[in-house]
């Protein structure tokens, strides 16, 4: 074949005009990198349930501590409470204001983590906390406490909203 | 070769060559793309559901996934919508028969993945009530889940 029946034949064939659809293309995609936004995951875990055997014939192991936190809330107030039992039962309360249930409080995770921190500095053996919340409180309440919680006692585990109400009703008297 | 065409540079000056510099970089940018690890796993949000926000740092791990609705607990991975209200009320057998589909579920899965399957990964939006989150827990936990896995969002944003 010569070199001109060639080109001939070349002039004949459509060709799509490939170089505007890629620039065109290139612009899309830097536009949709723009646009996109990247969301970090992350996640707070509850640990398997497990139980635990307490003789009450070796005096050695004591009275167990079961520290317990409650989250009330009341009007547009938080009520923190930790307690405790064991050899030398205790209890701290702090209040704060319930400004934004639906936003991170750091405020919350603050006081929540300072309660904890005080009491694993007295009792270092405790490896878990048992938490529960009032039934009005929202889910990143919850995240925000446990936030607080998993710097100094690893293990969370939840207790029904319905002991929230009975731990008030026992502080109250009735 | 047209040879006569390189003795005469003002007939066929030198240009450069866009369309195939601009085809590597298209296919460079679409391979950075898909080469880059934004998380080793990717978990779908329903739409208009929002994450509460967390400082955890821990990583996401490919448990099944489960949402919690404002009043419902959707457990995919073996086909059951269940009213929150009444998971508390069923019936022994219906327990049972849930619990079953679990035990199925576990078992089809690979021997190596296998103990990732009594694990779950609860989504749900930021303002859900603690009652439903406790329930939904509570009931998981019923069903044969071992932990269950808050998911939220990082401190990145």
Redesign the interface.
Known sequence: MS?DSTELHRRHVPEPE??PI??A??CI?FFL?YTTT????????????STSLVSKADPSKGIPVIPKLFIDIVDRTIVVKMKWSGKNPGSTTKKMDRTQ????SKEL?GVVETMVADFAAKFPDEKSLQVG????????????V??GI?KSVPDVV?L??DDVKNMNEEDNGS | MDLESLDNPRKYPLTLQLAPMIDIFFLIIVFLLKATIVADVSIVFPREMHPPMSRSKETLETFPEVVVTETELIVGIIHENLNLSEVDKLSEDRVNEIKGKVEQYVKSKDEKVRSQATHVNLITYRGNNYKNIFASVKFLRKIGFQSVAFIAEGEGQ
């Open positions: 070199l490939l170089v890629l620039d293309l290139t995609i990198m990247f969301m970090e995951l992350t996640s707070v875990i509850l640990p398997p349930s249930p639906e936003r991170y995770q919340v009032s039934e009005r409180g929202t889910y990143q309440e919850l995240i925000s446990m936030d998993t939840l029904s909203p």
